[in-house]
């Protein structure tokens, strides 16, 4: 298994312009997640999926947008990126559908908008 | 905003020595989980505790959950270099169930 994986794993973007995250995961879970991490904040949750088709929105989903098509991947969208989108983003896992347990986390995609 | 608040936020001791850090939270929970991130990585997860339970071990660690107090804490046993990296609490929150992550504790041991 790789278990979650996240590409790129660097991107650096100028202002305004848009990009895919890319997420995927072959354990078959149910409950999927983005978070973004900055220095002294912790994870703030952007985004999550409790299933394919289903996804709603977490602490800061400003700027950002997700879809569920598929069990395995969730691609994490910048419509247009800001400087303040400069962030270390993770993907994370959890095999319950509506209650999270543990989460696998993927290794990370470190962004920078200029 | 529902973050924890971890304390304290920075933590240096020595190898052999035991590390406690403490997380509280603002709402009822039904479980709690402590992650380890090393640096430049993503986050592991280390172990989860339920509601209905006040203190489990696994390995080297001791987590507690007191649930009146809204509080959890995380002890490491016999600190090792490797255990260096920054540790979080998490929980789930609203009626979605969401993750919220604690602010982490910054974890040094030194030989």
């Known amino acids: 298994n790789a278990g979650v994986t996240q590409t790129p794993k660097f991107q650096v973007l100028k202002t305004g312009q848009s990009m895919t995250l890319q997420c995927a995961q072959d354990?078959?879970?149910?409950?999927m997640s983005w978070y973004r991490q900055d220095p002294g904040m912790g994870l703030r949750l952007i985004h999550y999926?409790?299933?394919?088709?289903?996804?709603d929105q977490g602490e800061v989903p400003n700027g950002y947008n997700v879809s569920r098509s598929t069990t395995e991947d969730f691609p994490l969208r910048l419509l247009s990126a800001a400087p303040s989108q400069t962030s270390v983003y993770f993907c994370?896992?959890?095999?319950?559908?509506?209650?999270?347990?543990?989460?696998?986390f993927g290794p990370g995609t470190r962004l920078t908008v200029t | 905003s529902q973050q924890g608040e971890e304390d304290p936020q920075a933590l240096s001791i020595q190898e052999g020595e035991n590390a406690t850090m403490n997380c509280s939270y603002k709402?009822?929970?039904?479980?709690l989980q402590w992650y380890r991130q090393n640096s430049g990585r993503g986050l592991v997860h280390l172990i989860l505790?339920?509601?209905?339970?006040r203190e489990k071990h696994s390995g080297r660690l001791r987590v507690t959950l007191d649930t009146s107090k809204k509080s959890s804490s995380l002890l490491i046993t016999a600190s090792r270099a490797a255990d260096t990296a920054s540790y979080f609490c998490?929980?789930?929150?609203?009626?979605?169930?969401?993750?919220?992550f604690g602010t982490g504790t910054r974890l040094q041991v030194t030989l």
């Open positions: 709402t009822s929970i039904n479980n």
């Open positions: 354990m078959n879970h149910e409950y």
């Open positions: 999926s409790v299933g394919a088709g289903i996804t």
């Open positions: 994370a896992s959890s095999s319950a559908g509506t209650s999270p347990s543990e989460q696998y």
């Open positions: 505790i339920r509601s209905n339970e």
């Open positions: 998490a929980y789930p929150t609203g009626t979605a169930s969401k993750l919220t």
